[in-house]
Nanobody
Framework: QVQLVESGGGSVQSGGSLRLSCAAAGDPYSRRCMGWFRQAPGKEREGVAFIGGTGTTFYADSVKGRFTISQDNAKNTLYLQMNSLKPEDTAMYYC?????????????????????WGQGTQVTVSP
């Protein structure tokens, strides 16, 4: 079992920054690969940023150069630094984890492959 708790969401103006955190606990094997998904109202959930056990990362094209995923293994915490936020970044952001994975630019992560999910944290970006 894995427990994931997100925090750090809020409301900012366009161009602003936020840092999301995901505190993780439980089976380390099931936390080898972690990432962030988001879901805007009326839209499907989409992958945003991911990090594998070796530190490899994957970013959706829409956030490349603006968002940075990182993790502090000593604190069992996953982060998502979001800069230059846009109104289209408005969504509920979810932290998710799974066992070992292979991250490839040619194959975006699929949500069905992630076994554990947090409750989400809302990010709202105003024009």
């Amino acid at each position: 079992q894995v427990q994931l708790v997100e925090s750090g969401g809020g409301s900012v103006q366009s161009g602003g920054s936020l840092r999301l955190s995901c505190a993780a606990a439980g089976d380390p094997y099931s936390r080898r690969c972690m990432g962030w998904f988001r879901q805007a109202p009326g839209k499907e959930r989409e992958g945003v940023a991911f990090i594998g056990g070796t530190g490899t990362t994957f970013y959706a094209d829409s956030v490349k150069g603006r968002f940075t995923i990182s993790q502090d293994n000593a604190k069992n915490t996953l982060y998502l630094q979001m800069n230059s936020l846009k109104p289209e970044d408005t969504a509920m952001y979810y932290c998710a984890s799974r066992g070992p994975c292979y991250l490839s630019a040619a194959r975006p992560p699929i949500q069905s492959e992630y076994n554990y999910w947090g409750q989400g944290t809302q990010v709202t970006v105003s024009p």
